[in-house]
């Protein structure tokens, strides 16, 4: 007989031992958030009601949901959403799934706007707008410029917008890096691409993510070159570039701005791991 009831209890130890097996990371919370994203429950519920049996439809979801992710979907996309910054973000596969590292640089944008006046930002490559919205709810007299060359990624950043209410402070621009900002701003702040073409496959191993978002070409920085090629007069006075950059690019990306705005102020964060992550340039 085929076993068509599962307890809650019994569903997410036969989601942990499957992806335990398969070498899935946390393979116990993978489960969870799955198993929770098709009963559509909090974590204390699921807890509360482990002796609850699944109905059939329900079940049925979850091995299906189970198999996406044994087939390498990241679960962001399984269910939706992703959390950055202490937001809920709508994800799917028009944007990359924003990354916990890349708190760290809009931490860096908010401590420069405490000591400065930032009134225009730019965010550039702003995929889901995990980034601008962010920005948006604690810079609350900010506007922001949030620009990305996907179509697709724009769709899915102003329903985040929306989401968290700050749409009448975002304007969405498609377009090739700070092409279209229309004027001077007070912070440019991107995430771009940076991961080395030879390198891209093991990053996006099952290849869900889009490679536009993170494809920096041979030394992973064509892109993060081009728009400090497009950086001049894109900044006020006193306005600051912060990027995100991968391990190990701190000195080459430095470097590339020191010879093209020598009477810049340069600053180089690392993460958590002691790896290069952000870079600052302030024009004096
Ligand atoms: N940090 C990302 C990763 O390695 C790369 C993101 C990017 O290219 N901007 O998965």
Not at 37 to 56: F, K, Q
Not at 266 to 274: K, Q, T
């Amino acid at each position: 007989m085929i076993e068509t009831s599962i307890k809650i209890k019994e569903a997410l130890e036969h989601g942990r031992r499957t992806f335990a097996a398969s070498d899935i990371e946390d393979p116990k919370l993978e489960a969870e958030v799955l198993l929770r994203h098709v009963l559509n429950i909090d974590r204390v519920r699921l807890y509360l009601d482990t002796g609850r049996e699944l109905s059939a439809a329900e079940y049925a979801t979850y091995r299906l949901v189970l198999k996406r992710r044994l087939n390498g979907e990241p679960s962001a996309y399984i269910t939706g959403h992703r959390e950055f910054f202490g937001l809920d973000f709508y994800v799917d596969y028009r944007v990359l799934i924003p990354r916990p590292e890349t708190e760290i640089m809009v931490e860096t944008a908010l401590e420069f706007a405490s000591a400065r006046p930032v009134h225009l930002i730019a965010d550039i490559g702003t995929g889901s707008g995990a980034v601008a919205v962010s920005l948006a709810t604690r810079l609350t007299r900010a506007t922001i410029y949030a620009v990305d060359i996907s179509d697709e990624a724009l769709t899915v950043a102003a329903e985040n917008a929306r989401k968290h209410g700050v749409s009448d402070r975002i304007r969405f621009l498609r377009g090739d890096l700070l092409a279209p900002i229309p004027e001077a701003v007070d912070m440019i702040i991107a995430n771009l691409p940076y991961v080395k073409e030879a390198e891209l496959r093991e990053v996006n191993t099952w290849g869900y993510e889009p490679a536009l978002a993170l494809d920096g070409g041979k030394d992973g920085l064509d892109v993060i070159r081009r728009l400090i090629g497009q950086l001049k007069g894109k900044l006020k006075p006193g306005g600051a570039l912060l990027m995100e950059i991968g391990a190990g690019q701190g000195s080459a990306v430095t470097e590339i701005l020191a010879d093209t705005f020598p009477r810049s102020e340069l600053r180089l964060i690392s993460d958590g791991a002691g790896f290069d992550r952000v870079v600052t340039l302030t024009i004096t």
